[in-house]
């Protein structure tokens, strides 16, 4: 178990957006080390370049919630065995296609399925959330499963504006303006540092995860920069911002208690299978989903020959086409030559990979295909080598 000593920060400059370099630091992702140290029980497979599953609970066309959830949990336990380092799930609210919508509550199932992994949130969305509930929902997990528990968090909603109202039950909420406060708050919180401090989190106060912080702009990796923090990039979602944003992460990046220098994750979209056209053909669910929900009408995740149908104007095709532009899709010679790519142009510290894929064996055997066959080829780089 890890003893997380923290800095409560209460300088109006935080409240205004801006954060110093000596007002808040956290759990850094150099500890994996430590962290992981029992390496050898784990398969050797994901080692060079750690490796880890962001998982949707994806719900396909026809099936339930509940198959989502039991199915995330039938792909931590073999992650685990194939030696990823990490499993997290993401905020999400009112998609139908998606089923994690309460991270904590599944992260509590995912870690009492699996042993070894650190299980974490990809993220929680911290305007939605009052920072105390945050703080005694994952003191809690961090009590349960000491040394095992990310808290990655993220500022956006998650969700559509109609729905982030009735989260943040305020218009000013919207803005997420409060964001740094909220930060402040919450990492207080865990500390407990702060002598005049009135409310103590209980589980929370010296039960504290580790914090990343997610983004896919440029105003996260500024702040994670300057607070010390690991920083995870959603390059699946957000291409062309991912090489600036990572500069301006660097360029920023202040050295804090806990992470003396920058560590950063970019998380990718990767789907593999046996050939590329396979690969592809399994891709289409994900691409038809992104229409639905750019349209606003979301939908369950449909079937690959569903997509394969859909009636795809030119514009359509060069949207899916822009969207999924440096990602990884296709055998594993073509993974490993994209994953490859992205670490030569960012020179990240770690790959998150998710697999928006309609059937569960299929997006098992993407991430068994990547830990046999791609992960051993990869290499970490320096930024901009």
Same mark, same amino acid.
Not at 94 to 100: F, L
Not at 107 to 129: K, Q
Not at 178 to 205: H, V
């Given at each position: 178990m890890y003893k997380h000593e923290q800095r409560h920060a209460s300088d109006p400059a935080i409240t205004k957006g801006r954060v110093t370099r000596r007002h808040l630091a956290a759990n850094s992702a150099a500890r994996d080390t430590e962290e992981n140290g029992d390496r050898g029980q784990l398969a050797s497979y994901v080692i060079d370049v750690p490796l880890s599953v962001l998982d949707l609970s994806p719900v396909a066309a026809g099936t339930t919630a509940g198959q989502a959830l039991r199915q995330t949990a039938e792909l931590a336990r073999r992650a685990e065995e194939l030696g990823y380092r990490r499993f997290w799930v993401a905020e999400h609210h @009112?998609?139908?296609?998606?089923?994690?919508s309460a991270p904590a509550v599944l992260?509590? =199932?995912?870690?009492?399925?699996?042993?070894?992994?650190?299980?974490?949130?990809?993220?929680?969305? +911290?305007? @939605? =959330?009052a920072p105390l509930v945050v703080a005694e929902q994952f003191g809690t997990l961090e009590a349960l499963h000491p040394g095992r528990i990310d808290l990655g968090i993220g500022r956006a909603p998650g969700t559509d504006q109609f729905t982030a109202l009735a989260l943040?039950?305020? /218009? &000013?909420?919207?803005?997420?303006? &409060?964001?740094?406060?909220? +930060?402040?708050?919450?990492?207080? +919180?865990?500390?407990? *540092?702060?002598?005049?401090?009135?409310?103590?989190?209980?589980?929370?106060?010296?039960? /504290?995860p580790a914090i990343w912080l997610l983004g896919s702009s440029g105003f996260s990796a500024q702040l994670a920069g300057l607070l010390g923090l690991p920083f995870s990039f959603a390059h699946h979602f957000s291409a062309a911002n991912t090489v600036p944003a990572l500069a301006l992460y660097r360029e920023n990046f202040r050295p804090s208690r806990w992470l003396q220098r920058p560590h950063a994750m970019v998380a990718v979209s990767a789907i593999c299978a046996d050939t590329d056209e396979r690969a592809q053909w399994l891709s289409g669910p994900a691409a038809l989903s992104f229409l639905q929900l750019r349209a606003g009408a979301p939908q369950a995740l449909a079937t690959p020959a569903e997509a394969a149908a859909y009636p795809y104007t030119p514009l359509e095709r060069q949207i899916v086409g822009e969207r999924f532009a440096?990602?990884?899709?296709?055998?594993? *010679?073509?993974?490993?030559?994209?994953?490859?790519?992205l670490l030569g142009r960012t020179g990240a510290d770690e790959l998150m990979l998710t697999a928006l894929v309609y059937d569960i064996e299929d997006?098992?055997?993407?991430?068994?295909?990547?830990?046999?066959?791609?992960?051993?080829? +990869?290499?970490?780089?320096?930024?901009g080598e």
């Open positions: @009112n998609m139908p296609a998606i089923a994690s992260i509590a =199932h995912l870690a009492a399925a699996t042993s070894r992994i650190r299980v974490g949130s990809g993220g929680v969305m +911290l305007p @939605n =959330h943040r039950r305020t /218009m &000013a909420g919207l803005s997420a303006e &409060a964001f740094p406060q909220e +930060l402040a708050d919450l990492i207080g +919180l865990f500390s407990g *540092e702060d002598p005049a401090a009135r409310i103590t989190a209980m589980p929370g106060r010296g039960d /504290m440096g990602q990884a899709i296709g055998s594993p *010679e073509t993974v490993g030559r994209q994953l490859t790519s997006r098992i055997r993407s991430f068994e295909l990547i830990a046999e066959k791609v992960a051993t080829g +990869l290499q970490a780089t320096g930024p």
